[in-house]
RNA sequence: GCUGAGGUGGUGGAGCGGUCAAUCACAACAGACUGUAAAUCUGUCGUCCGAAAGGGCUACGUAGGUUCAAAUCCUGCCCUCAGCA
């Protein structure tokens, strides 16, 4: 079977950093599974990052404005998976976007069924319990699977709706790949002040900027592309609802949040080799893992 | 110094005699996750015992008082803010 490396871990860990890395160490081409750094404009913000040496795709791919999800993810990255393969390189996919990687290494299926904006709009008048009683009897089996948290979340709810209405079949996807997945981590509290830090650094070089840039071109503030973290509370700033000072604070928080989710997700495979990044010389000790792993028949 | 407003849990902020360990929001902690996933949603959240039901203890600036009963009413004191001097 194919080969894919894959490196997951909470943000500002410095996925990308090792993910170049290893690709000059073993011939590999870098896809970011991150689903903010898709879009074109937010650069600095979504902490992307350039190589000379080493091949970066899934930056860039829609505008701010464009409907971008899971499934566009899915498709562009086995295409490009395949193409790497193809010229004998080792697909490298690098990302904290739990369900995008979920995607790839799974292979998720119902992504066939595309989202229907009228259902949606018309399911979204309705209460949660409405949601439910209306899944129960299209398809109780999934409706009885959902846990407390679903039950409730109309999100979810909906877009099971709208899989349970949709007339297309879904099929399960057979697994792809041959993949080992590197994890990076710390405790808190060295997060923590890598956040502060890489805040501190966006800001420098030209956030504000970058924000401004944004909203002038029409992205709204209620748009998807502006929930990325730092983007809602900078434009707060730039249009005079916010000091930098409180602006900057918010962001640090929202950044934590975020990383606490993220190693909610990861934390939960089994299949994740983890690596503190605290520890002076983890590179070297995931690129033996890694080689291990290669020469493996 | 005088006048007015106010001091509530980690924070903001309700409550204005009993149903108050105190609405709500935020933060914190734990969790969920199959086309919005950096999104969305759930649970816990004074403290002690308990698996739970439930129970104990300490709390609404501080010291007293009124009352069967006070975060809520009265008085002194301390502090904060606004206006006047």
């Known amino acids: 079977?194919?080969?894919?490396?894959?490196?997951?871990?909470?943000?500002?860990?410095?996925?990308?950093?090792?993910?170049?890395?290893?690709?000059?160490?073993?011939?590999?081409?870098?896809?970011?599974?991150?689903?903010?750094?898709?879009?074109?404009?937010?650069?600095?913000?979504?902490?992307?990052?350039?190589?000379?040496?080493?091949?970066?795709?899934?930056?860039?791919?829609?505008?701010?404005?464009?409907?971008?999800?899971?499934?566009?993810?899915?498709?562009?990255?086995?295409?490009?998976?395949?193409?790497?393969?193809?010229?004998?390189?080792?697909?490298?996919?690098?990302?904290?976007?739990?369900?995008?990687?979920?995607?790839?290494?799974?292979?998720?299926?119902?992504?066939?069924?595309?989202?229907?904006?009228?259902?949606?709009?018309?399911?979204?008048?309705?209460?949660?319990?409405?949601?439910?009683?209306?899944?129960?009897?299209?398809?109780?089996?999934?409706?009885?699977?959902?846990?407390?948290?679903?039950?409730?979340?109309?999100?979810?709810?909906?877009?099971?709706?709208?899989?349970?209405m949709s007339n297309k079949q879904t099929t399960v996807k057979p697994i792809l790949y041959d993949s080992l997945i590197v994890g990076l981590k710390s405790d808190m509290s060295y997060l923590e002040n890598r956040l502060k830090m890489s805040i501190e650094k966006r800001m420098a070089r030209g956030m504000v900027k970058e924000v401004t840039d944004l909203l002038h071109a029409g992205v709204p503030l209620e748009s998807k592309a502006m929930t990325a973290t730092g983007y809602r509370e900078i434009a707060l700033f730039i249009l005079g609802k916010l000091s930098e000072e409180e602006a900057t604070q918010k962001w640090l928080l929202s950044e934590r949040r975020y990383v606490k989710r993220q190693l909610t997700w990861f934390n939960k495979r089994t299949d994740i080799h983890w690596f503190d990044i605290a520890k002076a010389h983890y590179k070297y000790e995931v690129e033996e893992v890694v080689k291990k792993w290669e020469n493996k028949p």
């Open 1 to 164: 079977m194919n080969r894919l490396l894959e490196i997951c871990g909470p943000t500002a860990t410095g996925k990308t950093d090792l993910g170049v890395y290893l690709a000059e160490k073993l011939n590999g081409e870098i896809i970011s599974a991150d689903s903010r750094q898709v879009y074109r404009g937010m650069t600095i913000g979504t902490g992307k990052e350039y190589s000379d040496t080493a091949k970066i795709w899934g930056y860039d791919l829609a505008q701010p404005t464009d409907e971008f999800s899971v499934a566009h993810f899915q498709k562009f990255a086995h295409k490009k998976i395949s193409e790497i393969l193809s010229h004998g390189k080792l697909p490298i996919l690098v990302g904290g976007t739990g369900l995008y990687i979920r995607a790839i290494l799974e292979n998720i299926d119902t992504t066939a069924i595309p989202p229907n904006e009228l259902l949606r709009a018309e399911l979204e008048t309705k209460s949660v319990e409405e949601l439910f009683t209306k899944l129960h009897e299209l398809n109780p089996q999934k409706a009885l699977s959902l846990n407390e948290s679903d039950k409730q979340n109309p999100r979810r709810l909906i877009r099971a709706l709208e899989i349970a």
